[in-house]
């Protein structure tokens, strides 16, 4: 095949340099990660306790025991995640409106907005667990109002959604006032440019923070295990007593992280997007 | 003679900074006004209290005889009548071309897409922008994006249009095109007031023009009185360092 434009040329010198470059940072790259990786694989065997953690915490039989049950419990974790997600867009995006409300009557609801972001976002997220989780349940309602899955997703969407709120309050500000005078040059209401040009921006801008919030949401239902719930980490704790062994924390662990490294990956690809568009 | 524009003694401070002092000026129905002066003279926000994006502190500027400054006024009727385009074209970027075009009709004139299809496209085709209706404001060159803007301004079919150096943003070879959208509509009768640094564009198409000094209008006349035999030093002193 003859092919002579000047892409099929042979490569300049500059493009041989830089290939010999990065074929030398390759090796050297893969060179230190296997001595970094063979230091440790012959020196932690090497700790008086390695064998009593091996035992405890990588314990292959219980394991295999345990893994499928907390598979299993994980299935409530995603179910808490997924019915807690879209309320805590709405209650976030509800909230940081209500935040930038310029109208005197409405002086109120902006106030409330306040209070509850900087409530919200002052407490441990634990707290907030306990105090609802807890606490509603204790005024003696009748089932099916005194679950724990109620109220310890409750807990968890008024502390995101408080989180949320102040992301996308960040990415109202962050549209240039120029946005919401060309808008309203045109006649349009407050109402429209917030709705049509503003929002519709500020989100977009946005959605990396949100999706850091999300894989952080996943994380934290965990958390609901205090008040009740038998999700993926209390079902570890039953098995760690009945087994007498750490090994399905480590099961736990895993499962979680299969979930989390891919959306944080995903994330930071959206911010790494973003950032380029900006340019 | 009935001025569609009246504006009397108009001020405006921000903070401190007293940017107009006391305009006066009047425009009639289908009259071109420029407005030259040097940057801070007070172009762009006697621009911007006309449309009632800038609140004014004294004066009163009247719309076909009505006060639209009066303190409390819903300014949203009235920007409806009065068109702006800005020096940074403001393009709404998460939007097409069209659909930019076409947000202020369909929540104000409660128009739809469909309704609104025909009379876009026209005008789109008349600025020769009828193959970029699609793109979006980043898939535009300066040029394009400004004529956009114009064509934005003029869907809503205001009674007056304010320009805001409209081309002062642009590369050289893209503001002649920019200026042929003017001239047509220029060629529609509409009544604008253009603030500007082209002064050849000034001479051949104005009726009218005023040179602003530090938030006064020094003066004004037909473009032959103040290019050829501006009164005041100046006048004589600025047109010296911008022709």
């Not at chain 1, 002086?107 to 919200?120: E, G, H, K, Q």
């Amino acid at each position: 095949m003859t092919d002579n434009s000047p892409k099929a040329a042979l490569p300049g010198r500059r493009a041989v340099y830089e290939a010999e470059l990065r074929k030398r940072s390759m090796r050297i790259a893969v060179l230190s990660t296997l001595a970094v990786v063979a230091a440790i694989a012959i020196l932690v065997p090497l700790a008086p306790g390695w064998d009593a953690v091996k035992r405890s915490f990588f314990n292959g039989g219980v394991f295999a025991k345990t893994f499928p049950g907390l598979l299993n419990a994980f299935l409530l974790d995603i179910a808490i995640f997924a019915w807690s997600l879209p309320l805590i867009a709405i209650v976030g995006l509800l909230v940081a409106i209500c935040r930038d409300i310029q109208r005197p009557a409405l002086y109120p609801l902006r106030l409330f907005a306040m209070i509850y972001t900087d409530v919200f976002r002052g407490l441990p997220v634990i707290l907030v667990i306990y105090l609802i989780g807890f606490g509603i349940p204790g005024l003696g309602l009748p089932r099916p109002w005194n679950s724990p899955y109620i109220w310890g997703s409750l807990a968890l969407i008024l502390v995101y959604a408080a989180y949320v709120a102040e992301v996308i309050r960040s990415g109202i500000e962050s549209i240039h006032q120029s946005q919401r005078s060309a808008a309203l040059s045109l006649g349009l209401s407050t109402t429209d440019t917030m709705r049509y040009v503003i929002l519709p921006q500020a989100l977009r801008n946005v959605v990396p923070a949100n999706m850091n919030l999300v894989v952080a949401l996943q994380k934290d239902v965990a958390l609901l295990s205090f008040v009740g719930p038998v999700e993926i980490f209390r079902q570890a704790g039953v098995y760690k007593s009945l087994y007498a062994n750490f090994t399905p924390y480590v099961g736990a662990a895993i499962i979680f992280l299969i979930i989390t490294i891919p959306a944080t990956r995903y994330a930071d690809y959206l911010m790494h997007k973003r950032r380029r568009q900006q340019q | 003679m009935n001025a569609l524009l009246r504006l009397t003694n108009v001020q405006k401070a921000f903070g401190e900074n007293q940017v107009l002092r006391g305009i006066d000026l009047e425009v009639a129905r289908g009259e071109m006004v420029c407005l030259i002066g040097a940057s801070g003279s007070g172009k762009s926000t006697l621009l911007r209290t006309i449309n009632l994006l800038e609140p004014i502190d004294d004066g009163e500027i009247r719309l076909d005889g009505v006060d639209i400054s009066e303190p409390g006024l819903d300014p949203q009727p009235v920007r409806k009548r009065i068109g702006l385009v800005f020096q940074s074209y403001n393009l709404f970027p998460h939007m097409t071309a069209m659909d930019n075009v076409m947000l202020a009709p369909r929540r104000l004139k409660g128009l739809s897409k469909a309704d609104l299809a025909e009379p876009v496209t026209a005008l789109f085709e008349r600025f020769g922008l009828a193959d970029r209706m699609g793109h979006y404001p980043d898939q535009l060159s300066g040029g394009q994006q400004q004529r956009v803007a114009i064509i934005r301004a003029l869907a809503m079919q205001p009674e007056v249009l304010l320009f805001d150096e409209i081309t002062s943003a642009l590369d050289p070879e893209l503001v002649a095109e920019v200026l042929d959208v003017l001239r047509a509509v220029r060629a529609e009768g509409i009544t604008m007031i253009l603030a500007t640094h082209e002064m050849g564009f000034a001479r051949e198409l104005a009726d009218k023009v005023c040179f602003l000094d530090r938030g006064q209008i020094l003066e004004a006349g037909t473009p032959e009185q103040l290019f050829d035999a501006p009164k005041e030093a100046r006048t004589r002193q600025f047109l010296s360092q911008v022709l």
